[in-house]
């Protein structure tokens, strides 16, 4: 391989690198840290190891929230980000949602959700940061609730209808004028 040849190979590796980086919502080890401080002494206690309710929460989340026509639709600005360690690793798991900035990275924390191993149970821990009302308390609900073994998602809040484009208006024909009625 030539030396062009190696640097273009090079360079390709590196800027994919650097792209998928960019674009990922792979949580640092400082995210877990500041998730884990909303957990406190008083934090419900919830059925079943770390893992399993992350996951309960974590489909409830995608599906209901998060999904193309929900509130929080992807499409509609925000991020999910969500890690579950092993039980060798602490079994600590968390989720995060995020206001999606501009250029599409994670912006400011939105909604968190941290649950640790407490016997055979685990504590969990939920912080409303940025969701609007009346989505946040309701996310807050829904959150416990999943994580409590229900599932299903809960009717939106009779204020909600998702925004649907409307078509544009056909242009006038350059030189006439629109008619106009009496009334």
Do not use: H
């Amino acid at each position: 391989m030539g030396r062009l040849s190696r640097f273009a190979a090079f360079a390709a590796v590196a800027f994919a690198a650097g792209g998928l980086g960019a674009c990922g919502s792979a949580p640092t080890a400082s995210d877990l840290g500041e998730v884990s401080s909303i957990l406190a002494p008083e934090s419900p206690e919830v059925p079943g190891k770390p893992v399993e309710a992350y996951t309960r929460i974590a489909r409830g989340l995608k599906g209901c929230w998060l999904a193309p026509t929900a509130p929080l639709g992807l499409d509609k600005g925000y991020v999910f980000a969500a890690e579950a360690a092993p039980q060798d690793k602490g079994g600590k798991a968390f989720i995060v949602i995020y206001e999606r900035t501009p250029d599409g990275e994670r912006g400011l924390k939105a909604f968190a959700v941290a649950l640790e191993p407490d016997g055979e149970n685990s504590k969990l821990g939920t912080e409303n940061y940025r969701v609007p009302e009346p989505f946040g308390a309701q996310m807050l609900v829904d959150v416990r609730r999943w994580a409590g073994g229900e599932s299903g998602c809960t009717p939106m809040t009779p204020d909600f209808a998702p925004v649907e484009e409307q078509p544009a208006a056909p242009a006038a024909k350059p030189g006439k004028k629109p008619k106009t009625t009496a009334t």
